[in-house]
């Protein structure tokens, strides 16, 4: 019912900084980004409501990191900061549609492809 097309995905060096954006078709209720190291869990990253409101972030992400949306609310953006060798992972852009929840990993209903994002010492 919604696509979502990522890009932005890289490789850096420690401390440089990326720009993931990831495109819908349609309307969500909310939308975040997700983060999946080898070995570990999905990690909710960030999140932000479709609505205005303050947005999320996961406690080892906050001050580096900044999620958003452009002019038109149909595109959504995380500028990554400060990165380190342990924000490397597989991103992921994930939306619901329907009210609930503020899009956490057992809440989305659509997932984008995934962009790898390495972080080099």
């Known amino acids: 019912q919604v696509q979502l097309v990522e890009s932005g995905g890289g490789s850096v060096q420690t401390g440089g900084s990326l720009r993931l954006s990831c495109a819908a078709s349609?309307?969500?209720?909310?939308m975040g980004w997700f983060r999946q190291a080898p070995g570990k869990e999905r990690e909710r990253v960030a999140a932000i409501y479709s609505a205005e409101g303050r947005p999320y972030y996961a406690d080892s992400v906050k001050g580096r990191f900044t999620i958003s949306r452009d002019n038109a609310k149909n595109t959504l953006y995380l500028q990554m900061n400060s990165l380190q060798p342990e924000d490397t992972a597989m991103y992921y852009c994930?939306?619901?549609?329907?009210?609930?929840?503020?899009?956490?990993?057992?809440?989305?209903?659509?997932w984008g492809q995934g962009t790898q994002v390495t972080v080099s010492s």
């Open positions: 994930a939306a619901r549609l329907r009210s609930g929840g503020y899009c956490h990993v057992n809440e989305v209903n659509y």
């Open positions: 349609g309307y969500t209720y909310c």
